[in-house]
């Protein structure tokens, strides 16, 4: 198969695993503080944060940067882990398609990426702070955790994607 068709088969791949990873864990959770942001708050932010973005050229290669920690780290402690994953999916994937206006592929894998990164994101963050308690200094220590650890991975993801383009 071309790259083109790998890197379809591994957006597919990340929305699968993106949808198990809610119904299994995150389908059904509660806020993790008392004060609640609701989806429909979420959804500017994320688009924001997608139409704001940084670009850096890397060799043949057009990188972009958004500041997607930002909603993501307010959601993980004012937001119901669906809601968090469906603002995301849905704020985010409106810009990459009206604004952005990205091929399926393109949108296939990067929605896939983003809804998976965010649902290990949840799941990270509530195991390194299991018991709701929102203040304190290990709370946003595990935050940051998170944001890393989610930058690495989604890193890794998007340098695959490249990796199966470029190999054919």
């Not at 004012?78 to 994953?85: D, I, K």
């Not at 990067?110 to 299991?130: D, E, H, K, M, Y």
């Amino acid at each position: 198969p071309g790259g083109v068709s790998l890197v379809v088969a591994l957006g597919a791949l990340l929305c699968v695993a993106s949808a198990v990873i809610w119904v299994l864990f995150l389908r059904g959770l509660a806020p993790f503080a008392e004060v609640e942001l609701r989806w429909w708050f979420l959804i500017p932010l994320f688009a924001v944060t997608e139409v704001f973005v940084i670009h850096l050229d890397v060799q043949r290669e057009a990188q972009t940067i958004s500041l997607s920690e930002i909603p993501i780290v307010l959601g993980l402690f004012f937001s119901a882990p669906a809601e968090l994953v469906a603002s995301q999916v849905i704020g985010a994937g409106l810009v990459l398609i009206v604004y952005r206006r990205q091929s399926l592929t393109k949108l296939l894998f990067n929605v896939g990426q983003l809804a998976l990164v965010t649902s290990i994101s949840i799941g990270l963050f509530r195991s390194l702070v299991p018991d709701g308690d929102a203040t304190g200094p290990w709370p946003w220590l595990a935050a940051f955790a998170t944001t890393f650890t989610a930058d690495l991975i989604a890193a890794g993801l998007v340098s695959t994607a490249i990796a199966l383009l470029e190999r054919w």
